[in-house]
Structure formats: C-alpha cells, structure tokens
C-alpha cells in the first residue's frame, strides 16, 4: 500500500517527466491509441544520407501497456512499452543508431473541480497536512496521463515527432 507521500511523488515524478514534451513540436494529425489495433502514421525522413519512408506504430493495452515501435519497410527498427519510451529506447537502421522516447502529457483537474475539494478534505484531515498540501496532494493524484509525444530521432537529430492521444 503506498502512503500519501509516494502516491505525491509519483505524481510529481510524472508530471516531470512531460515537460520535455513541450520543447519538441509534433507534425501531422495525432493518432489515437485503440486498445488492442495498432495504428501508425508514415513519414519520409533521412537516415544517414537515405531517404526513407518511417512508421510510428502504437497499439493500445487492454487494461495493460501500450507498445510503441517505429518500423522503416518490413523492419521494426526500435520497438518497446510505454514505460521503456518514457527514458527512450534504442536501435538501429542499417548501423545507424536511432531512439524513440514517448514523453506523458498530463492533465491536471479542473480549478474548483467538487473531486479534487472532497479529497482535498480528507487529506487535510492527517495530523501535519496543512490545507494547502492537501490541495496540492489532491491536485496531483488526479492528474491524468492524456497522451504521449513521440519522438524519433538520429543521435541529436529529431526525424519525426508524433502526438498521440489516449
């Protein structure tokens, strides 16, 4: 059983790790995640000094991960779940080394959301919690994972970058 402190540092672990998401743009409509169909969307980039036509794939989990990979042709050249995106995963098309890492979007709750006030009470109600951190402990333990910005790319190089939507 977690305690109020861990389920806050998760959050706040989270809502960190997205903010890299905001300094790569996405291009292209987003895809949205099915539970158990993959969906792609192509791209030509350039490898090396060939252009190629590239895929980023996802296909969503029932009630588990979803998994991520970018195929060029009929090669899967980086593939791996969710959680293994989030610090990148690597590989390589034809010696060249290529990542992929899918950063979380988060959304937090409305501003005077009645689920984020009713929690905010009962936590206020632990011996050391002021108001305020119970507020901000609410806040952040509903905050919800709304989507993924993936990016391929070659060493500092960005390929293509995806949104995709839960």
């Known amino acids: 059983m977690f305690t109020i ?10 809502i960190v790790l997205s903010a890299p998401a905001m300094a790569t743009e996405a291009t ?14 192509s791209r030509t980039v350039t490898i090396g000094e060939k252009s190629v036509d590239a895929k980023l794939c ?7 991960h979803d998994k ?12 791996g779940i969710d959680d293994e995106t989030t610090t990148g995963i690597s590989g390589a098309y034809k010696g060249v080394p290529v990542a992929l890492t899918c950063v979380p979007q988060h959304k937090a709750p409305a501003e005077g959301d009645s689920m984020v006030e009713s929690m905010a009470k009962s936590l206020a ?5 002021s108001p305020e951190e119970a507020h901000d402990m609410a806040v952040k333990m ?12 070659q060493g500092e190089h960005d390929l293509m970058a995806v ?3 839960f």
């Open 28 to 41: 292209g409509d987003p895809i949205a995640s099915v539970p158990g169909r993959m969906v792609c969307q």
């Open 58 to 64: 996802v296909t969503g989990g029932n009630f588990g």
């Open 142 to 153: 509903l905050t919800t994972e709304v989507g993924r910005l993936c990016t391929f790319r």
């Open 5 to 14: 402190n861990q389920y806050v540092l998760l959050a706040v672990v989270g």
């Open 163 to 165: 949104q995709v939507n």
């Open 125 to 129: 109600g632990r011996p050391g919690t």
């Open 68 to 79: 991520y990979a970018v195929k060029i042709g009929w090669s899967t050249v980086v593939e």
